[in-house]
């Protein structure tokens, strides 16, 4: 017994001085990584909390560069965070609470669920923080701006190439979201545009995949095997529109299909390069992060701001893929 | 109150028939089931019943169900291991480090994503043995260590394999003609999971601790030793599905693998593997993972949404485990 309680007790020692060796591992790779927010606003300067949807898909990152470069711009201070899925209200809450409470000069903030917001809203209108609603819009009088892409437009913009590029036929559309507002506009532009300019094309099927690209080519391999005369499929977001393209690859069918995609990021690039994708929806999230916080300085200083910026959108193809003002808002 | 106990847990000796049926009933359960719902959707849908739909499903599977067949020894043990989804993800994160940012030869960045796995199975084992964590909460903590680092690791991007020739090989190459090398690799790893499993002292003594953990004890079995080997056991396979996910995407996505840990808990139940531990077999994990998967490309190929696939799923769940539970009532 007693040599077993000594055993016990060093192999005890040794379990937990490796995992907090792997903890200070974390931490130490989190300071150098220099992701972590920053100082409150202490200082003198401007500080406008961001507080976005996701924080490690690569758009966001983009918003955030956006947001950065405007802030060293504009010499405000500014911190960013998100959410890891897009599912998360709560954890959105918190954070934007958590944000509200440092009591920052403005607020910029991604909704997940607008709804969920509204008393945390009407608290920072209380307090005097402006706050910038960015990528979707906040059912609320609170913010005083809305920096957005019009997901309508360019979901159209999608489907008025799709409709050039296939001509007549079936196509299908992978969607990654059908509770949030922009996954919802991502489908009914598209769709919209199809049946009142394209009366010789049929989309038949929706589906939904989250935006996981495994389970997103899984879904679109099911609607090819359903629909083997499908001409064109159209993925919603980044993680749609690659598992489409994998999908496509793994059937054997590329360049028999039609496939239009949604964001950047380096897979969707290549694909387009290599024509296993026609071509694709791009955002400006530079642009967004960097009018959000733009749009926020205004406010602190008073300024008056129009109800809505549009952040833009692009459609991109192999043709012009590399040139200048499109290469500037793709992301790898 | 030893001897009664193990006497009544049906590891007693003069049982060996009754104790073999009973494992054999269940296979055939499970495998009754996936009949069942290949031959309903196979009357439902034309499209269904289709060698290259077949590939499809098998393809789904290839990566849950490795993760499965890892997770199928740790719940033998009575145990449960939520840290598969994340700590894959942070596996092929690592294989990204290894072969993309490291350029190290294929060979050793693959070897390195299992020793990752392993180390993850390792810290597991070491919580729950040494330091006497619940395996539910030494598991969560891991499944949010292996999130977070995945993120730091990777900068929050994803790592390209592009430049890394033949990984995609992997996962995508066939070497034997119409079979993608996923599958392959599915159904070696479950065979070499069931030879360890039934036939090496790792498998029967997980199945002996599972089954009555204080018994296996006084019969001189190190029992906590022996749980550290089966979770590092665990943690290969989760290695395995890390490289063979990151193959098939070609990238390694920091910000997956939440959520399959799940999944591939909803397979190893499936299959008749007890929560309760000391009863499980890898072939009805192999069925519960194929279940899965084919239960979500019938439903996708036959255009029901997303929402109601998730009902269906969660019912069969409920099916597969009360049908186990009435048996078991029986033999009792």
């Known amino acids: ?332 | 109150m030893t001897t009664t106990k193990r006497t009544a847990k049906g590891t007693n000796p003069k049982r060996p028939t009754r104790f073999g049926n009973r494992q054999q009933l269940q296979q055939l359960l499970a495998f009754a089931g996936l009949v069942v719902i290949f031959g309903f959707f196979s009357l439902a849908s034309p499209y269904f019943l289709d060698w290259a739909n077949v590939k499809g499903i098998l393809l789904a599977t290839a990566v849950t169900g490795i993760m499965a067949l890892g997770a199928t020894f740790v719940i033998a043990t009575g145990g449960i291991d939520l840290s598969v989804g994340t700590g894959m993800t942070l596996c092929s994160v690592m294989t990204g480090v290894f072969l993309a940012n490291l350029g190290l030869p294929l060979v050793v960045g693959v070897l390195g994503g299992l020793a990752v796995g392993a180390l993850i199975g390792l810290l597991n084992g070491l919580n729950v043995s040494y330091l006497r964590l619940p395996p539910f909460i030494a598991t969560l903590a891991m499944m949010m260590v292996a999130q977070g680092l995945s993120l730091v690791i990777s900068g929050t991007k994803p790592i390209y394999f592009s430049d890394v020739a033949g990984f995609d090989q992997l996962a995508a190459g066939e070497l034997i003609p119409g079979l993608p090398n996923a599958v392959l690799i599915f159904f070696v790893a479950a065979a070499i999971a069931a030879v360890v499993l039934s036939k090496t002292l790792t498998g029967r003594y997980a199945l002996s601790i599972g089954s009555n953990e204080e018994a296996t004890a006084i019969s001189g079995v190190d029992v906590r030793r022996w749980k550290v080997v089966i979770y590092v056991v665990a943690g290969l396979f989760t290695g395995l599905a890390g490289v063979v996910m990151a193959s098939r995407l070609n990238s390694a996505q920091p910000g997956l693998g939440l959520g399959y840990e799940l999944e591939a808990i909803a397979a190893v139940v499936i299959g008749g593997t007890s929560l309760r531990g000391g009863k499980a077999t890898i072939l009805g994990t192999v069925i519960g993972a194929l279940i899965m998967a084919t239960l979500t490309n019938g439903l996708r190929i036959m255009s029901i949404p997303q929402e109601w696939q998730k009902v269906a799923v969660g019912i069969v769940i409920v099916l597969a485990v009360y049908a186990d539970i009435l048996r078991r009532g029986k033999d009792a």
């Open chain 1, 1 to 332: 017994m007693n040599v077993n309680s000594t055993k016990r007790r060093r192999f005890a020692a040794v379990a937990a001085a490796t995992t907090s060796v792997v903890a200070m591992l974390a931490l130490a790779a989190c300071g150098s990584g220099g992701s972590g927010g920053g100082e409150t606003g202490a200082g003198d300067k401007p500080y406008v909390a961001l507080v976005s949807k996701g924080f490690q898909h690569q758009f966001w990152q983009a918003v955030k560069q956006g947001a950065d470069d405007a802030a060293a711009e504009l010499d405000v201070e500014v911190t960013f965070e998100g959410p890891e899925t897009e599912t998360e209200v709560e954890k959105q809450l918190t954070m934007l609470q958590t944000a509200l409470d440092k009591n920052p000069d403005a607020i910029g903030y991604a909704a997940l669920d607008s709804e969920a917001s509204i008393p945390m809203m009407t608290d920072a209108e209380s307090r005097g923080i402006p706050v910038i609603a960015f990528d979707s819009g906040v059912d609320s009088e609170v913010p005083v701006t809305t920096v957005s892409t019009d997901n309508l437009a360019a979901s159209a913009e999608a489907a008025k190439h799709m409709a050039e590029l296939v001509g007549s036929g079936k196509i299908a559309i992978v969607g990654h979201d059908q509770t949030s507002q922009t996954g919802q506009q991502r489908v009914e532009g598209f769709t919209q545009y199809i049946l009142e300019n394209a009366p010789d094309i049929e989309i038949v099927d929706t589906q939904y995949a989250a935006g996981d690209q495994l389970k997103s080519a899984d879904a679109a391999k099911a609607i090819l095997q359903a629909h083997p005369d499908l001409k064109g499929i159209y993925g919603t977001n980044e993680g749609s529109a690659i598992g489409v393209v994998k999908a496509v690859q793994e059937t054997g069918k590329s360049g028999k299909l039609t496939v239009i995609g949604f964001d950047s990021g380096k897979a969707q690039t290549d694909a387009i390069r290599d024509g296993l994708m026609a071509g694709a929806i791009t955002q400006d999230p530079i642009k967004m992060g960097y009018e959000t916080v733009k749009a926020a300085v205004a406010a602190i200083n008073g300024e008056e701001l129009e109800p809505v910026i549009d952040s833009g959108f692009y459609w991109y193809d192999k043709t012009n893929i590399d040139d200048e003002d499109i290469a500037a808002v793709l992301y790898e």
